[in-house]
């Protein structure tokens, strides 16, 4: 299999666009998976998908963006709501005092965004797809949803962006397959740089990527990001172009 360069990769992706127009569609009833809202993408018939997992602040242009970009590579792409509609509303949660965002953040750890009760439902969504026919799922989380995918081992591979604490080195030693991990300057460099370590020790090791976007804030590809900024907007393609090129080698 010839696989592209990351220059030539960025050079046919297309552009990332600020004002974007989804390109896939919403799943209806029991298209949907585990009855979540579902946007879905795909440019045509593969035995190979990716669930994709939104932060905190659910649902945005930039996830549906995303996914377009990475179904053009030849995935069927699944970004599922699995916070039902239970995400934080980030405005409103930036303008919060810090007393009240600790208050609010607490109930939702909680709640809607419980890490280990969605870790517990992910191989449901998992073994749906397979059901569907795809032959290898594979994840990309964002943020939180990083926290969640690095606790799934089911997954065929998995690429973290910009995830949080849960990325650690007790975390690796439970996966047996490759991963992608791309922080950025406010992520905890080291349980970032302890959790590669861990998965380089591995049989395939030689195929896990630590890239960090250390002049990117932390959630610069998800419901943070900026993209009428260019740095930012850059920042967005590269990391698709480094999420492209893993899952091309690894999926």
């Known amino acids: 299999m010839v696989v592209e360069s990351g220059e030539k990769l960025c050079n046919t992706l297309p552009p990332v666009e600020v004002d974007y127009t989804a390109k896939g569609r919403w799943l209806e009833g029991d298209e949907m998976l585990n009855g979540c809202k579902t946007y879905f993408s795909s440019t045509g018939p593969t035995t190979k998908a990716l669930i994709y997992i939104y932060d905190i602040g659910g649902l945005c ?33 930036m303008e919060m005092s810090s007393e009240d ?34 032959t290898r799922v594979g994840a990309a989380g964002f943020c939180w949803g990083g926290n969640l995918v690095v606790q799934v081992p089911e997954f ?28 950025s300057q406010n992520d905890p460099e080291e349980l970032m740089e302890g959790f590669h370590a861990v998965m380089k020790t591995k049989p395939f090791g030689e195929k896990c990527i630590l890239k960090w976007y250390k002049d990117q804030i932390h ?19 590269d990391v698709f172009v480094t999420l492209i090129k893993f899952f091309k080698d690894n999926l």
Do not use: W
């Not at 962006?161 to 922080?183: D, F, M, S, Y």
């Open 219 to 237: 959630g610069f590809c998800a419901a943070r990001g900026d993209l009428s900024d260019l740095h930012v907007r850059a920042g967005f393609q």
């Open 61 to 93: 242009s930039q996830n549906y963006q995303g996914a377009d970009i990475l179904a053009n590579a030849g995935y069927d792409v699944y970004v599922v709501d699995v916070m039902r509609g239970g995400n934080l509303d980030l405005p409103k949660f």
């Open 156 to 183: 065929d591979v998995i690429a973290m962006i910009h995830p949080g604490r849960q990325v650690n080195a007790k975390a690796a030693e439970r996966l047996n397959v490759p991963t992608c991990l791309l922080p």
């Open 101 to 134: 965002k600790i208050k609010v953040r607490e109930t939702f750890d909680k709640g809607s965004g419980n890490l280990s009760q969605h870790a517990a439902e992910m191989p449901s969504y998992i073994n749906l797809l397979r059901a569907k026919g795809y």
